[in-house]
């Protein structure tokens, strides 16, 4: 938890998971924050855009899926399925008419999903640094032999993380579910607007991954901005005010 801040709220999903969350009221479309992959609704990011979203005047949700931050659940026993089930429970129980959807990383992947299952409550989607389709492109295309046979016979391995000191566990589960989820191989109909901002220092998602779903994804507005310097958490300052200004474009283009 951020010191200064408050307990959070807590959402009981249909699914039987106590969802964390932290909202703030104001105009539509509100904006919903989806983290990355073992990241939780405190980051830099989310953050700063709920205190931008604040003085600007608009609604906005910053939430931990199931098995991040404080939610319930070990992360080990989620997927991506769970956690688009944990989004749209979000978006569906916590807010009130159309939604902008800003993706962080993994957050991008879950942002198409959200648009993909409930494009009614979608004004927009905004990916940042979006990953889509990770778990099949990024993990396992990167596996090593020995790897993929002890993920088949342990059902789970584990991995150094960049970003904890705490070793990164992949699961059979994780990536069989990602198959069921891909975004990527079928299409994608966003019939909203789109913004994609990514950088090109980015290490973990290759620039090709935005370039890849801008000529696949059909949408009237879709913009793809590449970001000369910036890395995977595209947190400094200008980065966070591209942010703020995608928004606000997606905001004005969804109004009717």
Known sequence: MTSGEANPEYLQTGHGRRIAFR??????????????????????????????????????????????????????????????????????????????????????????????????????????????????????ACLSASERIELESRGRIERPSEYSDEPEVITRRLMEDGKRNLVLRSPLVLDMPVRLLHGTEDSDVDMSVPIRLLSHARSPDMQLTLVKGADHRFSQPENLAMIEAAIQAVAESSLP
Request: hydrophobic content about 45%; glycine content about 14%.
């Open 23 to 140: 909202r703030s009221a104001g105009q539509g479309p509100g904006i919903v924050f989806l983290g990355g992959f073992r990241s939780d609704m405190s980051g830099t990011k989310a953050l700063h855009l709920e205190d931008w979203a604040r003085r600007s005047g608009r609604a906005f949700l910053r939430f931990d899926y199931s098995g991040h931050g404080m939610s319930s659940e070990a992360f080990e026993d989620g997927c991506i399925g769970d956690w688009a089930e944990d989004a749209l429970a979000v978006l569906s129980e916590l807010t009130a008419g159309p939604q902008i959807a800003v993706g962080s990383s993994m957050g991008g992947w879950i942002a198409l999903l959200l648009a993909r299952q409930a494009p009614d409550r979608i004004a927009g989607v905004v990916g940042i640094a979006a990953a889509p389709d990770f778990t099949e492109d990024s993990i396992r």
